[in-house]
């Protein structure tokens, strides 16, 4: 499985960005998907997921409230809506494939390239 992020970039806080994960390959469908983030000078983090159907969906509690994963099968791409970011926010974003929906990076197999999104206060 191959995937690329995109949709980052630069926004106000308080503010929307939705960010996908175009997938390839014909078993994008039974994978969990993942993303998680990495800020300047710290480890990646785990931000949310979502069981291969799309039924179980997990956040940090960072994000709880204010993001949204989701998934669409038929077109192998995951996003993730964020709402009312803030400047903590900031950080270099990653779409992960793996059999698990758990919040660890290890737990992941495959790797997008990541999308920078800057939330300015």
């Known amino acids: 499985v191959q995937l690329q992020a995109f949709g980052g970039g630069l926004v106000q806080a308080g503010g929307s960005l939705r960010l996908s994960c175009a997938a390839s390959?014909?078993?994008?469908?039974?994978?969990?998907m993942g993303w998680f983030r990495q800020a300047p000078g710290k480890e990646r983090e785990y931000v949310a997921s979502?069981?291969?159907?799309?039924?179980?969906?997990y956040y940090s509690d960072s994000v709880k409230g204010r993001f949204t994963i989701s998934r669409d099968n038929a077109k192998n791409t995951v996003y993730l809506q964020m709402n009312s970011l803030k400047p903590e926010d900031t950080a270099v974003y990653y779409c992960?494939?793996?059999?698990?929906?758990?919040?660890?990076?290890?737990?992941?197999?495959?790797w997008g390239q990541g999308t920078q999104v800057t939330v300015s206060s």
């Open positions: 992960a494939a793996g059999p698990s929906s758990v919040g660890r990076s290890d737990a992941y197999d495959y």
């Open positions: 390959g014909r078993t994008f469908s039974t994978y969990a």
């Open positions: 979502i069981v291969w159907s799309g039924n179980y969906r």
